[in-house]
Structure formats: structure tokens, C-alpha cells
């Protein structure tokens, strides 16, 4: 039986690379809007490679601060207030709305590996999710050790490590016999439901016990004070004056002020930043131009709800305009627009006199400077519309990374366990080591572990789910010693946490910290090692 021809075969052909690259079946990138094996072969040709990926390079970090960008300032905001509209509490919207809002870029990533995947290389999902892990709990969890050691909490850090050190066991398990079955995926979303429950379930449990306790401190308090008599300072009683009162009240009368008609377009349809241009460092100066176009790409197609703003951020023209915009590019990005009703009437024209419709009945019922009574549902607009926009740049960074795999000849798994992982897990990192150099180390701590479980259960999960209930059978995966290694590494560093911190009575000191960075190090030279064939 002769072997397929796959696209890495490219350089047998090197005479007509172009063609070989057009009529291959395996070259074809699904899911995405540019195809950049023909852009690189065909458009820029072979004596101007360089210079076409250095092109696709720079195009690879606009898409990650584009999906940044996306999830950070509309996607979770966009949860926020979802979750204020259903009236949920702190808690419980942070582990799930906000939990899978951070957690989006992997969980989107992953279900565009997964479905992208050919021949079972589900190595770019598996990279990026087990990569991801070991890189969060080792270089950030490492380097918040560094900059901030701290006593950690107990139960909360230990509840959130076993679930990890389980999760990534079953999806070892999962792999080890080269098939996912759909009860499998599925137990991955059901063991992120069981973790919501206790996690919620002890949240009550918790404050339960403290409410119990300050009834009792109270009751004591009273009965100390009939028994030897009330003690009166009047010097430590605050006098709120209703100035004061006054002061916290908000204003609601809040009118924008007169300005010229082209000044006032300005203020509604271009975006603005809160940091001044002159207080910005060059690396801040150059992410600003950066997410520039991409800012102004999100502000006319994405609805924002701000509750910090005044009137909520409503924008009378904008907003309208959203109405048309936001629906258009779903169509567009989704490629459901070009589909033609009867084979005449594309459905993106349908939408388009929709949208029109509904853009000037909102121009006539609204006033420019009070927000209407139903302005909170722009916010469920704006989500599926982030949704949209993240999955589509996710397609887009995956075709990318198979596109340098091939050139240069990488496998997914670890394209997917260094710049997809990398990628996706910087904010994590800046977040997280942020949060221990304000003074919050457990907070940044818990996040290490919380988070990328988060990410790993559903980013297995939901693509699984979906593509073994869509075929009915078991996804078939092409297996790896390279992945293994990932599964083995990231369980060593939770177990070997798990152990340590116990036994260093939860005290992350900096030579902890010193130890799990070095564990990494000798992760990533073993993998690459693995990928160079010096090792297996």
C-alpha cells in the first residue's frame, strides 16, 4: 500500500512547489480565510521565503494581541454584566463566567486545533493544553516564589492541585489507547461541574461557619457588656457628615457637553485610551500601534457595556451602528453570509437590511445622553460577537503554527507546547506575578492552578464532545512519545507540589521557586531533545 502524500513532502518537489502545494489534499487549511502554505509558495515564491515568514511572523503576534485584546476588554466584560443581569453572585460568577472568560484564548485554541486536526494529530491542542499547564504551574508559579515568598493557604491550594493531578491523569488515560471515546470527553466537562460544586459548595460552607462564629463573638460581646457595663468612646465614633453621604452618591445627571458636530463624532466612533501617550514606556508605545487596527476593528463591530463608565458606556450612534456592524461580521466570519437562499439572495444581504432596520429604530427611540432601559442587552450582543472574533483569530493562529510546522518541519505537539502555550499563558503570567507584587501572592497562586484546570477540562472537553457525538465514534489520535513526556512532566510538577509544600508547612520559598523553573528548563530541553531524534 503506497504511503500518502503529505504536505511535508513539499521539498521532493521542489521544481514546482507551488503546484504541489495547490493540488495537495493534506496542504489544505481548514477554517481559516487565508491559506499561508499558498501565500508563502505561491504568492511570495521560494527565493523570497525569508522574507514571507518573517511577514507571517509579525501577522502571528498581531493575532495573539488581537486575541488578547478581544478577551481582556470585550469578552469579559461582556461576562460581567451577564452574570449582574442574572443576578449572580461574586463567587460564583468568578468560577464560571470569569473563570472561562480568562480562559478563553486556550479553550478556543484547542477546539480549533481539535478541529483542524488531520490524520488524529491532535498534537497542537494536546501541546498547548498540557504545555500550558506545566508552564503556569512551574515558570509562573516559580517566579511569584521568586519575587514574593509567602505562607500559602491550605485547603483552597490542595483541593485545586488534586483536582489538577486527576484531571491530567484521566487525560492521560484518555490518550494512552490512542482512542477518546464520547463518555470520556464528556467526563472531562462533568469533572469541571463536580469541581464548581465543591468549590461553591465550600464557599457556603465556609462563610456559614464565619456567620455562626460572629454570632457567637456577638452573643459574648452582649453578655460582657450587661455583666460589667457598657464602655462608651465617643472619640472613636465617626461623625459621617451628608457632604459625605452626598459625595458617594452617583451622579446620574451625567450630559456630555456641547461640542462641534465633528468633535463629537470623533468622541463616538473612535476609541480612547485611559494612559496618556507621553507616560508610555517604548515596549507599551509599541503594543499601543500594534493594537491599534485592532482596537478600531473591535470598537465598530463589538457592543461594551462599562458599568464603571457614566451611563454605562452608551454611545447613541455607535451603538446603533452596532446593531448593523455586529450581526454582519458574525455572518461574514462564521461564512454562513455567503450561503445564497434559492441560490440568489446571499443571507449576509438579509442581515445587512436587518441590521439597517434595527440601526435607524434605534436612532429615533433613544436620546444621545440617557441610556435606554434595555442597553444590558448589547452585552449579550457584544459576547456573541467576541466569541465569534476570538474562534475565528484562534483558526487563524492555529493554520499559522501548522503552516511553520511544515516549513520547518516541527511537529504540532510541540509547536503547540512552546508558542501556542506561550502565547496563550503570558497574561497569565504578568496577571499572576502582578497580583504577588501588589501583595496578593495567594491570589496569584491560586490562579496557577485554578485557571489552567479550567482550560485543560474544557479545552479536552468541549471539542471531544462535540466530534464524537457528531460521528458517533471514538477520535481515532496519532500517539507520541513527545506527548507522553508533556503528561508525565506536568503531573510530576502538581505531584512534587503537592508533596513539597505540605512538608515545607505551605511555604513557597524562593528556592522552591528556583527548583520548578529548573524543572521546566529540563522539560523543554527533553522535548526538544525528543523532536531532534536524540532521544527515542
Same mark, same amino acid.
Given at each position: 500500500?503506497?504511503?500518502?502524500?503529505?504536505?511535508?513532502?513539499?521539498?521532493?518537489?521542489?521544481?514546482?512547489?507551488?503546484?504541489?502545494?495547490?493540488?495537495?489534499?493534506?496542504?489544505?487549511?481548514? *477554517?481559516?480565510?487565508?491559506?499561508?502554505?499558498?501565500?508563502?509558495?505561491?504568492?511570495?515564491?521560494?527565493?523570497?521565503?525569508?522574507?514571507?515568514?518573517?511577514?507571517?511572523?509579525?501577522?502571528?503576534?498581531?493575532?495573539?494581541?488581537? +486575541?488578547?485584546?478581544?478577551?481582556?476588554?470585550?469578552?469579559?466584560?461582556?461576562?460581567?454584566?451577564?452574570?449582574?443581569?442574572?443576578? +449572580?453572585?461574586?463567587?460564583?460568577?468568578?468560577?464560571?463566567?470569569?473563570?472561562?472568560?480568562?480562559?478563553?484564548?486556550?479553550?478556543?485554541?484547542?477546539?480549533?486545533?481539535?478541529?483542524?486536526?488531520?490524520?488524529?494529530?491532535?498534537?497542537?491542542?494536546?501541546?498547548?493544553?498540557?504545555?500550558?499547564?506545566?508552564?503556569?504551574?512551574?515558570?509562573?508559579?516559580?517566579?511569584?516564589?521568586?519575587?514574593?515568598?509567602? &505562607?500559602?493557604?491550605?485547603?483552597?491550594?490542595? &483541593?485545586?492541585?488534586?483536582?489538577?493531578?486527576?484531571?491530567?491523569?484521566?487525560?492521560?488515560?484518555?490518550?494512552?489507547?490512542?482512542?477518546?471515546?464520547?463518555?470520556?470527553?464528556?467526563?472531562?466537562?462533568?469533572?469541571?461541574?463536580?469541581?464548581?460544586?465543591?468549590?461553591?459548595?465550600?464557599?457556603?460552607?465556609?462563610?456559614?461557619?464565619?456567620?455562626?462564629?460572629?454570632?457567637?463573638?456577638?452573643?459574648?460581646?452582649?453578655?460582657?457588656?450587661?455583666?460589667?457595663?457598657?464602655?462608651?468612646?465617643?472619640?472613636?465614633?465617626?461623625?459621617?457628615?451628608?457632604? *459625605?453621604?452626598?459625595?458617594?452618591?452617583?451622579?446620574?445627571?451625567?450630559?456630555?457637553?456641547?461640542?462641534?458636530?465633528?468633535?463629537?463624532?470623533?468622541?463616538?466612533?473612535?476609541?480612547? *485610551?485611559?494612559?496618556?501617550?507621553?507616560?508610555?514606556?517604548?515596549?507599551?508605545?509599541?503594543?499601543?500601534?500594534?493594537?491599534?487596527?485592532?482596537?478600531?476593528?473591535?470598537?465598530?463591530?463589538?457592543?461594551?457595556?462599562?458599568?464603571?463608565?457614566?451611563?454605562?458606556?452608551?454611545?447613541?450612534?455607535?451603538?446603533?451602528?452596532?446593531?448593523?456592524?455586529?450581526?454582519?461580521?458574525? =455572518?461574514?466570519?462564521?461564512?454562513?453570509?455567503?450561503?445564497?437562499?434559492?441560490?440568489?439572495?446571499?443571507?449576509?444581504?438579509?442581515?445587512?437590511?436587518?441590521?439597517?432596520?434595527?440601526?435607524?429604530?434605534? +436612532?429615533?427611540?433613544?436620546?444621545?445622553? =440617557?441610556?435606554?432601559?434595555?442597553?444590558?442587552?448589547?452585552?449579550?450582543?457584544?459576547?456573541?460577537?467576541?466569541?465569534?472574533?476570538?474562534?475565528?483569530?484562534?483558526?487563524?493562529?492555529?493554520?499559522?503554527?501548522?503552516?511553520?510546522?511544515?516549513?520547518?518541519?516541527? =511537529?504540532?505537539?510541540?509547536?503547540?507546547?512552546?508558542?501556542?502555550?506561550?502565547?496563550?499563558?503570558?497574561?497569565?503570567?504578568?496577571?499572576?506575578?502582578?497580583?504577588? &507584587?501588589?501583595?496578593?501572592?495567594?491570589?496569584?497562586?491560586?490562579?496557577?492552578?485554578?485557571?489552567?484546570?479550567?482550560?485543560?477540562?474544557?479545552?479536552?472537553?468541549?471539542?471531544?464532545?462535540?466530534?464524537?457525538?457528531?460521528?458517533?465514534?471514538?477520535?481515532?489520535? *496519532?500517539?507520541?512519545?513527545?506527548?507522553?513526556?508533556?503528561?508525565?512532566?506536568?503531573?510530576?510538577?502538581?505531584?512534587?507540589?503537592?508533596?513539597?509544600?505540605?512538608?515545607?508547612?505551605?511555604?513557597?520559598?524562593?528556592?522552591?521557586?528556583?527548583? +520548578?523553573?529548573?524543572?521546566?528548563?529540563?522539560?523543554?530541553?527533553?522535548?526538544?531533545?525528543?523532536?531532534?531524534?536524540?532521544?527515542?
Amino acid at each position: 500500500m503506497a504511503k500518502a502524500v503529505e504536505c511535508r513532502d513539499y521539498r521532493d518537489y521542489h521544481n514546482d512547489t507551488c503546484t504541489f502545494i495547490r493540488t495537495t489534499d493534506d496542504c489544505k487549511l481548514e *477554517d481559516g480565510f487565508i491559506n499561508y502554505l499558498q501565500f508563502l509558495f505561491c504568492v511570495i515564491g521560494d527565493k523570497l521565503i525569508g522574507l514571507g515568514l518573517t511577514l507571517l511572523a509579525g501577522w502571528l503576534f498581531v493575532l495573539f494581541v488581537g +486575541l488578547g485584546v478581544t478577551a481582556d476588554s470585550y469578552f469579559c466584560p461582556a461576562l460581567r454584566v451577564i452574570a449582574r443581569v442574572l443576578k +449572580l453572585s461574586e463567587n460564583i460568577a468568578g468560577v464560571t463566567f470569569l473563570a472561562f472568560g480568562n480562559g478563553a484564548p486556550d479553550i478556543f485554541s484547542a477546539i480549533a486545533a481539535v478541529g483542524s486536526a488531520k490524520g488524529g494529530d491532535v498534537g497542537l491542542a494536546f501541546g498547548a493544553l498540557f504545555g500550558a499547564g506545566v508552564f503556569v504551574t512551574t515558570i509562573v508559579a516559580g517566579t511569584i516564589c521568586l519575587v514574593t515568598p509567602f &505562607r500559602s493557604i491550605q485547603r483552597p491550594l490542595l &483541593r485545586d492541585i488534586i483536582f489538577f493531578i486527576i484531571a491530567s491523569f484521566a487525560a492521560y488515560v484518555a490518550m494512552y489507547d490512542g482512542k477518546i471515546y464520547f463518555a470520556e470527553s464528556l467526563g472531562f466537562i462533568i469533572m469541571y461541574v463536580v469541581y464548581l460544586v465543591v468549590l461553591i459548595g465550600g464557599y457556603f460552607v465556609n462563610r456559614r461557619i464565619k456567620d455562626r462564629r460572629a454570632l457567637i463573638q456577638a452573643a459574648h460581646t452582649e453578655a460582657a457588656a450587661k455583666t460589667y457595663g457598657s464602655i462608651q468612646t465617643p472619640e472613636t465614633t465617626a461623625a459621617v457628615s451628608v457632604d *459625605d453621604m452626598e459625595s458617594n452618591i452617583p451622579d446620574e445627571s451625567y450630559v456630555q457637553p456641547d461640542v462641534s458636530l465633528a468633535l463629537y463624532l470623533r468622541h463616538a466612533f473612535l476609541p480612547r *485610551d485611559d494612559v496618556p501617550w507621553a507616560e508610555r514606556g517604548i515596549i507599551g508605545k509599541i503594543l499601543s500601534i500594534v493594537k491599534m487596527p485592532v482596537s478600531l476593528i473591535l470598537h465598530f463591530t463589538v457592543p461594551l457595556v462599562d458599568y464603571d463608565k457614566p451611563e454605562n458606556n452608551w454611545n447613541k450612534l455607535l451603538n446603533s451602528f452596532h446593531l448593523l456592524s455586529g450581526p454582519l461580521i458574525v =455572518s461574514f466570519l462564521t461564512q454562513v453570509g455567503f450561503i445564497k437562499i434559492a441560490n440568489v439572495f446571499p443571507i449576509w444581504a438579509i442581515v445587512a437590511i436587518v441590521g439597517t432596520i434595527l440601526c435607524f429604530a434605534m +436612532l429615533i427611540m433613544t436620546e444621545h445622553h =440617557s441610556k435606554p432601559r434595555y442597553h444590558s442587552g448589547f452585552a449579550f450582543l457584544g459576547f456573541a460577537v467576541s466569541v465569534v472574533w476570538i474562534y475565528s483569530v484562534a483558526n487563524e493562529i492555529v493554520n499559522l503554527l501548522t503552516t511553520f510546522g511544515i516549513v520547518f518541519d516541527i =511537529s504540532n505537539t510541540i509547536l503547540g507546547l512552546t508558542f501556542l502555550a506561550w502565547g496563550n499563558s503570558l497574561s497569565d503570567y504578568v496577571s499572576n506575578v502582578v497580583s504577588a &507584587r501588589q501583595g496578593y501572592p495567594n491570589m496569584g497562586i491560586s490562579a496557577c492552578y485554578g485557571g489552567p484546570l479550567l482550560n485543560f477540562l474544557m479545552g479536552l472537553g468541549i471539542p471531544f464532545t462535540y466530534v464524537t457525538l457528531k460521528t458517533g465514534q471514538p477520535f481515532v489520535i *496519532d500517539k507520541s512519545l513527545l506527548q507522553n513526556i508533556i503528561a508525565y512532566f506536568l503531573f510530576g510538577s502538581l505531584a512534587g507540589t503537592l508533596l513539597f509544600i505540605p512538608l515545607n508547612k505551605f511555604y513557597y520559598s524562593r528556592r522552591f521557586g528556583a527548583i +520548578l523553573i529548573i524543572f521546566y528548563i529540563v522539560f523543554l530541553v527533553l522535548a526538544i531533545l525528543i523532536e531532534t531524534n536524540v532521544i527515542g
